[in-house]
């Protein structure tokens, strides 16, 4: 079974910086071969994906993050980031990472998820 590990969350203050990682392992397919993405749900919402990454680099974003957050992969390393800067209260949400392979929705894995919290 596929496993994603995040990590790099944290508290900052708002304006603040926090780089967010997922290493995946155990895949079926190569990793290059992976859609990988990353979801943030806060409390009482819905899950909403912030950004998404192929496995040629082609990046697209919510429009809430759109210059603020850069998805990018190492996939060397087996590895997506999430770095994301001036963060806002309203970024407060616990972020998951997910893994489509050959970017088939149906076929997505799910991390555990870290927690990102912004105060004001």
């Known amino acids: 079974q596929v496993q994603l590990v995040e990590s790099g969350g944290g508290s900052v203050q708002a304006g603040g910086s926090l780089k967010l990682s997922c290493e995946a392992s155990?895949?079926?397919?190569?990793?290059?071969?992976?859609?990988m993405l990353w979801f943030r749900q806060a409390p009482r919402k819905e899950r909403e994906q912030v950004a998404r990454?192929?496995?040629?680099?082609?990046?697209t974003y919510a429009d809430s993050v759109e210059g603020r957050f850069t998805i990018s992969r190492d996939n060397n390393k087996s590895t997506v980031y999430l770095e994301m800067n001036n963060l806002e209260p309203e970024d407060t949400a616990m972020y998951y990472c997910?893994?489509?392979?050959?970017?088939?929705?149906?076929?997505?894995?799910w991390g555990q998820g870290t927690q990102v919290t912004v105060s004001s």
């Open positions: 997910a893994a489509d392979p050959l970017c088939a929705p149906s076929l997505r894995s």
């Open positions: 990454i192929t496995g040629i680099n082609k990046a």
């Open positions: 155990r895949l079926k397919y190569s990793y290059a071969g992976h859609c």
